[in-house]
């Protein structure tokens, strides 16, 4: 670089993340207007970004989030000119555990308080994945543990070879029949929005176990009431809810059924961890964009 890159963030960052950034000017926390409108990337949590912030900065080119998701984001003020960069892969690892975690132990009946259940079977079991990203790729590559047939539904694969069968996201209502479980990991976006109908949970076996780490939105929370009442051995379970008033609020009639088990979105940070991992990565990727003129996990804001 032959100029020094100034790098606003509005988290203080770690130490493995000013690494990631040495040579770089960093500033974090509150800044003037003067020092805003020189820096050239922003670190921050798209749903967190102060207002205003962006129409300071007048040499930015970077949006770097910190978060996996972007659709918290105001992409009516991206600055013209400026990209965004999700934070996806950092997060892969611990949400495709989540993501099995909440499989498992709903296989198992363990969500169930206080009575009988009958617990499932995975192994050797058809598992489909929807969205194959690096955490669908990754839930995948852990169902083969498990000698589980892998299918995946998604419009792009990260890893192709994942998948024993890879079929468009078009097909969904066709691939959720085959399933005797299925990993929700989607973005979300225009496209993915309410993509899981009451039909589409209709046209599943009626012993099928859903899981979503992807979004709540993914899912219609209607449905997936109505059809948990019409189908009590099917099971679904989530670490992601629907937005109401603005945030994400885990007050669902969903919780008053049996078949149904959640936690409150906290697979992205395991207990006793600080996100300094997150935070790093996602300070890499500013680092690979100013040295090699790409990074990873362009967004793309016509999707959204």
Not at 22 to 51: S, T
Request: glycine content about 8%.
């Amino acid at each position: 670089m032959s100029t020094r890159v100034a790098v606003y963030s509005t988290d203080s960052l770690p130490p493995k993340a000013k690494e990631a950034l040495e040579g770089f000017e960093l500033i974090e926390g509150r800044a003037d207007d003067a020092v805003l409108a020189r820096c050239q990337a922003l670190i921050c949590w798209p749903h967190r970004i102060p207002p205003g912030l962006l129409g300071k900065m007048k040499g930015l080119k970077m949006i770097q989030a910190m978060s996996a998701g972007v659709d918290a984001f105001d992409f009516s003020s991206l600055p013209p000119g400026a990209k965004l960069f999700s934070n996806a892969g950092a997060f892969t690892e611990a949400v495709a555990e989540h993501a099995w975690g909440l499989l498992l132990g709903t296989a198992k009946g363990v969500h169930v308080r206080n009575a009988r259940t009958t617990p499932r079977k995975l192994r050797g079991k058809t598992i489909v994945v929807v969205g194959a990203g690096s955490i669908g790729t990754e839930v995948a590559r852990l169902a083969r543990s498990l000698g589980m047939r892998t299918v995946g539904v998604s419009r792009s694969f990260r890893d192709p070879e994942a998948f024993d069968e890879r079929a468009p996201i078009a097909s969904l209502a066709e691939k959720v029949k085959e399933a005797d479980a299925i990993v929700m990991a989607l973005p979300l976006t225009k496209s993915t929005r309410g993509i899981v109908t009451y039909d589409t949970l209709m046209a599943a076996k009626d012993s099928v176990i859903v899981v979503n780490v992807g979004r709540g939105e993914s899912v219609s929370e209607e449905g997936l009431v109505r059809w948990l009442k019409e189908r009590p051995e099917s099971r679904f379970a989530t670490d992601v809810f629907w937005v109401k008033g603005a945030r994400e609020s885990f007050d669902t009639a969903a919780w008053d059924l049996p078949n149904f088990a959640g936690t409150f979105h906290m697979s992205g940070a395991p207990l006793g961890e600080d996100l300094s991992d997150m935070k790093a990565a996602a300070a890499a990727n500013v680092r690979m964009y100013f040295e090699t003129g790409t990074a990873r996990n362009l967004v793309d804001p016509s999707e959204y």
